[in-house]
Every structure is written in structure tokens, then in C-alpha cells.
């Protein structure tokens, strides 16, 4: 006998967790669709020389690498022949390159697929997850106007999921280029040094960070400094602010890259605007950097406002190049990632998970007698022809038993028909949710159990 | 520069045959969820220990392993760690036993994954592939109702999925056997060898397994190897055809295994007739007997009437024990498996994806001139507010590249609004399915392009 186990640092649910985590997933995936993204799944495993053009990063050090029996025996020197997906976004780039003839651009996809990553085994921390990706990827040039869509995306997504208030958070690379420029930090390395240790200001403290940054190794102008740390704290209040505050930067500091940079969150927040996004819902926040090797202009971040210790639920930016490795035609994008394993997980241990308390199945028929096996059968087709989940009890148990069954379950609708309901031409439907009993007309059971199920799917905003 | 490419046997597709796909799947999973099954998900890997439990198989040399760079170098001696699942059935077998005590059982449960077998890499076998499989696990016993259920559940689905005419056969593994025990082939050994020989008789003709099976080896007797050869041709041609041949059957053989699996037929036939299956689509077919160590009594297949040389499109059946590797309990089942990945690609080599013609993206906004941008977006959000699946041009190009692109993209309703129609309150839309062109009030919008399109999906009937 061998104990069954899962490996560690996978999320496995049971199955009412898993239709709320499913219920999620449908959600992105509406909406993605909703936005015209088209859907795109790439294999689990790539070529490894394909996966693994960069070599000795820190991603390569967390792959899996994956090789059939033969493979094995045989060993071999070198890298097994493949390797799994660590995200989502070299796979997409091996994708479009491949396929760039038989693709229009610009191309918007969707990507919802697990990835694999070799993480130190720790609570929250997932070697197995899901990542829930959109993408717009030009050809030579793209609009900076998708940046402003992407924000759309997101901002219909997480109302629609339903899991409290958010704000989603952006940036501008080349504005925080042009800024840093304007402090006399103006090589690319020098900023990220100079950005890594702003992120510790949370953690450590302005003194801290200002003592660095002013002291040996760094050796920066005091006011300079000042300004960094002033400017890292933006976050605008409202639509105008944001507008303002960007005003107030290109008068201080005109050079090339901020104003450039100033000009797109400037188009941004306009189209933000016509699309509908309330102003509640977004914000500039100019000490977000994302990575700092790979996003060139917007940068997202997205925060549940009443839970800011969660950090960022869906987080992208813009890059100059997606598919360098594999083709020479230029190929600009835009895009974020939810990563929804590890947000199932964080809403779970928060207690913000809602309708676990729901089945998938809608209805269940009891079995009352024997006899009326094949009955029972009857309804569940009419229930089902009528777009009703439901479940027959194809076993003989205590009525009690069937109730506390579906009571468990989750399940709303009981149906019930014995010998006098069947001779009359109803049937009997016990409501668990509101704790009603009422008889309705067989001819009329699925198109009722509908409507109560519309009515509360509207009240849930669903 | 790296050829961007995949890894031989796996399917990879382009958008707009994903979306077809995707839509197929979708259509199982609604199916599934109707009859009242619950999901799961398991993680790709499972411990090697755990999902190799009987080595040696001609299974577990095409499993492939997985391994993090950290354990690649350490090396080390025996299997690495994690395989790649290369079913859903013994992750299934290693769920329930792991949460035997938190199922309610009967455990009606899908499960629609990928799976990974190193198949020889050639034309139509693939190394990942789709499973959608069903299963329902009882705890010490579980009703033949079940295996009704089971019909019913492959009727629904593939009558939805609408890809032409099908038949779904099945046998009984106890009436086949105790029609062997009746010729005299009374151990099982020597039952799955003469099996083995009647699965040639497509291939090879009745004289050869004739000759085979009265040869040298076997030694049957003449007139056993004939009733051996017509037992297996039988096809029923009507419920009430195969009510008889059943009734025949026992008044010939009447020992215990032939009567309880011909019982069991019986009532598997009286129940698919009460859940409405049309009789037309159902049929006892003595020759089937699958897996020939784990079936024990209803086995299934499914056909397309019109496509037999694509062989069983869904097959399983009924077994006595899931899980005997993990628990002491005893869970017996039944359930079917549909190979999606092939089954696509096979239809798609037929000829017979039916609706790739059309996008997820049902309406494209224009852009008519660059000052109307933030209408076409507040255009578009209402269209998304209305449940209209909506792209925006968002980048300046001839309204003729416009039109042509949503064509192309199989997006069939192309809105366009400029200064004239704007001033009127009115859009102008383009139906490029019925190439028609109308005016509609900005208000009505949504709701008319709704119309129109549950109209058309009524008439395809989906």
C-alpha cells in the first residue's frame, strides 16, 4: 500500500473549492473574451534550447525539466532534450515568431495555463500555478492607446470577480528614466541600483534609504536624493491630479525621455477615461518599476484596497521587443498576468472567497420509491434538456439522508415526486436556499427552477 | 538567432482553430456539469512512487519524468522524483483515496486535462494530449443505474457537439464470460488469449481465427470456436432487438456469470430508455471487450455512424476497484474517457470542424477618422456592457483594411459611427454573415447585435 499524496507546493482543491477557483477562471476568461483577445494554449513542455535562450538567470536556475523513459536511460551529456513553461510569456514569443505569417497584428491573445516553477517549498509559495495572461503584440510599432485598453481589461475583470475594491496602479519607464536623468543619475544600471534600494523604503525606512543613496558607493547630491524620495511617494487622487501632477513634472524637468514618457500616461488616462473606467478604480503611482530589464514605458500594478498586504494581483507593463531570440521582425507589446493560483490561495486564507456555498449542480431528484426509478430519470431529462445541472439519486436511501446530502452539497433544489404528486402531473420542489416547499406543473419545472436561478445570479451580480 | 518551433507530438493551434476547440471542450464540460458531475483538477506530476505503482507496463515506459535543475545536477540513484500523469484515471485513484473522508460518495466527478505519453512521434499520435473523462466512484458498492447514467451522459455530448450521427455500443464483461465458460473456455488467462484472436478478424478474416483457435495452441473444438464467431458479430438493431437477444442468450448458457451480466444489460437498457436516449443511438455490440484486466462488467464504445475507420470516439467502463494501491476500501466505478486532442484532429483531417468560421470576437469597432477615437470606445463599452464579445481599432488604416481584417478574423458584425451618424444618435453596423448593412440608435446597439446572434446560435443549434 502506498500512502497518496500529492508533491509538495501544488494546489490541489476538493471539488467544491474547485468550482469557486473554476468559477474565477471563467470569469478572466468572459472577459478577456469580452475585450476581443483571442485564445492561444502552447504544450506544457518546450525544446529546452528553444525555452532557454538566456542561460544561468535565476528563472533557469527554477526549471523543470522533463524526459521520457528512453530518454533516462540513455542519459547523455547536456540539458534533457525538454523543459516546462515557467510563464507564459517566452512561450507566447516562440508562438508569434512561429506562427508570425498566419497571425494579424495587431494580435491580441489570452493565455489561461498552469506554469512550473522549482520554488523553495513554502506556504503560498507554488511550483504548479496558474497564470491568466493577455497580450497585444504589433508588428514594427503598436499604439501606446492598447495601454489604455489593458487597464479596461483589468478594471472589468476584478469588478466582475467580485473580491472588493481595487485600484489599478500605473507608471511610465521612460518618465522615471527622464526624472532620474534629471537628478544626475542618468546611466540605466546606476537607476536600477538606485531603484532597488527606494523598493527597500517600505521595509527600512527614508533614513535608511536616504543614507544609502547620499553615503559611499552611491555618493548622490542630498537634494537630488530628496527629490527621488519625494517623487517615489506620487500617487494621484483623482483624474485631474494625475493629469496635474504630470503637468508639474514637465515644467520641472523637460527633458526628452519624461516628457515622452508624460505624453503617453497623458493619452493613457484619456482613452482610460472614454472607456469607461470609473477614476476611483485607477491611479498613477510613480514609484512602481516592475522589471526593470524588460518593461520600457507603462507599467500596472493592481492592489485590493482593503487588503494591501496581498501586493500586486496583476502586473505587466509595456516592452520594446517580445521575440528577439527567435526572429528579427520587430514585435512591440503590451500585457499582464494575474497569477491565480497564489490569489485563490491569498483570498482563501483572507476568507474572501464567495459562492463556495454553490454547487455547479442546480437540482437533485430524490428517489422516493423504488418504483419510481425510471420517473426520477424523466424529470432529470426535462430539468436538463431545460439548461438545469442536475442530479438523480440512483440508489434506495432514507429521504433524510438525501436532504442532508444535497444540503451539504450545496445544492439548491431538491425534487420531489412520489405516486400522488406523479398522478396529479406535478412535482414537489423543496427550495434549501429560502427554505420553501412548492408544487409546480411537471410541464413547467425547469423553466421555474431557471427563473429562480436567473434571480439570484442577477442579485449576486453575476 | 533559435528556430522557434515545438516539440514533436504535441497539437499547437492557430487562433481561430483554437476557438473551434475551445468551443468543444466547453460543450463537454457543460454536458458534464448537467448530469451532475463535480470538477477536479490535479497537478500535472504526481510522485513517481504514487503513479508508478505496478512497474514494468508497457505504460510506464512512455511515462515521462520531471525534474528541477537543482536535482538534475545532484543526480542521484532510482527514478527522479516527479512523472507527468500519463492518464486521469490514477490521479483520480490517488484523489479519492487521499480525500476518501472528505467525498460524499457516490462521487460523480470530470476531469478534462492534458495527459503525456512518449509516443513514438508519428502522424496523429500525440505525446500531450486532451482527456475528458467521467467517473463515478462508490464506496463498497454502486448501482448499475450508474452505468446507465453513463449512456446518457456520451448521448448528451455528443449530440451537442454535432458531429454527425453516432452509436454508442456496449457489452458486459460477465455475459462474456460466461459465454466463454458455456464453450468451454473457462479460465481467464485463456479467455483474454482467445479475445486477442477475435480482435483480428477485421484485420485477418473468419478463417484465419478459425484456423488459429481449432489449431495447435487453443485446441477448441469446432463447434465452440463457431459460437465464439457468431457471439461476437452480434449487433442489436432495436431496443426491443436486444431485450431478445439477451432473453436468447440465457435460455442457451444458463450459468451464473451470463445471467448476472445479461441482468445487468437489462437493466442498463430499461434505464437508457427512461432517460430518453433515442433508440437509434444506442446498441449491445457482444465483441466489445476493452481493457482486458480492469473491465469486469459494462464496457463501452462510441461511433460515428458514417466514420467507422475513426475507430471509438469515447470508451470505458465499468471496474471493481479504483484504488487498491492507496486504500483498503473498496471503490468500485464506472466511467468513460473521451481523447480530445485526437478526436479533433482527426475531425479537423475530415473535414468536419464545424464553426471555425466564426470568432469568439462577434462585433469590430471601425475607426472612421482619429478625432472619433474616444467614441468608438465608449461605443465599445457599451457593446461589452451588453455581453458583445467587441474589438476596437485602435490604430489609423483604410476603412477597407478594416473590413477586410474582421472578414478575415470571422468577426461578423463591423460597427461604424462617424461624425454624420454620431450627430444623428444612430451607428451604422455591417452584418458580414448576411451582408447587409443597417442603422440602429446608439441605446439599441447591444441589445439588436444580441438578437441576432442568439438567433443564429439557435439555428445552429448550439
Redesign the interface.
Known sequence: ???????PG?M????RE??AF?RMLDTVRRNY????F??????????S??LL?KSGGET???????????A?EKGGEGL???A?RFDLTVPL???V???EH???F?F??FQIQ?V?R?ERAQRGRFR?FYQCDIDVIGKDEL?V??DA?II?VIH?VFSELGIGAFTVQFNNRKLMRGFFEAQGVVDAEQQALVLREVDKLDKRGADYVRETLTGEGFNLPAEGVAKILEFVEVRSKSHDDALSILDKLVAQHANASLVEGANELREVL??VK???VPEGAYCLNLSIARGLDYYTGTVYETQLDDYPQIGSICSGGRYENL?S????SKLPGVGISIGMTRLFWQLREAGLISGIDE???QA?VALMDEAR???S??I??RL?AG??????Q??PKKIGKQFQ?AS??GIRFVVLCGDDEAARGVVAVKDLVREQQFEVKRDELASTLKVELEQARALAGR
Chains 1, 2 share one sequence.
Request: charged share 25%.
Open positions: 500500500m502506498i500512502k497518496p499524496r500529492t508533491p501544488v490541489e482543491l476538493l471539488p474547485q468550482i473554476q473574451e469580452r475585450f476581443g483571442l485564445p492561444v494554449e502552447t504544450p506544457v513542455f518546450e525544446l534550447e528553444v535562450t533557469e536556475r527554477q526549471v523543470y525539466f522533463a524526459q521520457s523513459t528512453g533516462l534533457p532534450e525538454m516546462l514569443a516562440r508562438y515568431a512561429e506562427h498566419e497571425l494579424a495587431p491580441r491573445r498552469r512550473y522549482g504548479e499604439s492607446r492598447f485598453e479596461a472589468s484619456t482613452l472614454a472607456l469607461g521575440a531570440h527567435y526572429t528579427k454547487s455547479s449542480v437533485m426509478m425510471a420517473d430519470l424523466d432529470a431529462r436538463r439548461g438545469i445541472n442536475t442530479e438523480v440512483m440508489e446530502y451539504r452539497a
